[in-house]
T-cell receptor, first 115, second 111 residues
Framework: DTGVSQDPRHKITKRGQNVTFRCDPI?????LYWYRQTLGQGPEFLTY????????KSRLLSDRFSAERPKGSFSTLEIQRTEQGDSAMYLC?????????????FGPGTRLTVT | GESVGLHLPTLSVQEGDNSIINCAYS??????FIWYKQESGKGPQFIID?????DKRQGQRVTVLLNKTVKHLSLQIAATQPGDSAVYFC??????????FGTGTRLQVFP
């Protein structure tokens, strides 16, 4: 257990529905990252926050995806009008950048299945 | 463009043998690399990292080698154990601290 938690662990939804995932990072970590991982592939970067500011978004993050980190603590990732191609593992990671410590600690992920 | 790839998708080794997992990267400006281990149903777990000003770094039973000339790094696991069975990823840490992962190598340890 890295200290990063994600909820839910599994989500099955029908195409067209909206889903929201939550990530709770390690409490003192100021950076929070979202990645997506499909079967047999490495995680792909989606977006990241430093405190409450969203600093970078991948081109993979279509306008159906939105992420927030309102108080610089937990973060949510919402997918609107889900498509079958959204089925994947959504991973959250956090790090403490101030010390120059680049290690990102990953949560267990949320597995999304769109039927 | 930036990319991190792996040579072998699956590696099978006998328990007690040494394992070597290879990785190639394409961005010559990359200066920080990490190896992650991912077990089924879990998120990636940090194993060891290396900066570009080093060519070797050792941890407990693991060694990472970096060859900047050919843009290649490897992970060596000594005395491989059944608990080492997992998928291993190399990742490149970019200037903005986002990670670029390769496809992964599945390590299977048999008795």
């Amino acid at each position: 257990d890295t200290g990063v938690s994600q909820d839910p662990r599994h989500k099955i939804t029908k195409r067209g529905q909206n889903v929201t995932f939550r990530c709770d990072p390690i409490s003192e970590h100021n950076r929070l990252y979202w990645y997506r991982q499909t079967l047999g592939q490495g995680p792909e970067f989606l977006t990241y926050f430093q405190n409450e500011a969203q600093l970078e978004k991948s081109r993979l993050l279509s306008d159906r995806f939105s992420a927030e980190r309102p108080k610089g603590s937990f973060s949510t990732l919402e997918i609107q009008r889900t498509e079958q191609g959204d089925s994947a593992m959504y991973l959250c990671a956090s790090s403490l950048s101030d010390r120059g410590d680049y290690e990102q600690y990953f949560g267990p992920g949320t597995r999304l299945t769109v039927t | 463009g930036e990319s991190v790839g792996l040579h072998l998708p699956t590696l099978s080794v006998q328990e007690g043998d040494n394992s070597i997992i290879n990785c190639a990267y394409s961005n010559s400006a990359s200066d920080y690399f990490i190896w992650y281990k991912q077990e089924s149903g879990k998120g990636p777990q940090f194993i060891i990292d290396i900066r570009s000003n080093m060519d070797k770094r050792q941890g407990q039973r693991v060694t990472v080698l970096l060859n900047k000339t050919v843009k290649h790094l490897s992970l060596q696991i000594a005395a491989t154990q059944p608990g080492d069975s997992a998928v291993y990823f190399c990742a490149e840490n970019t200037l903005t601290d986002k990670l670029i992962f390769g496809t992964g190598t599945r390590l299977q340890v048999f008795p």
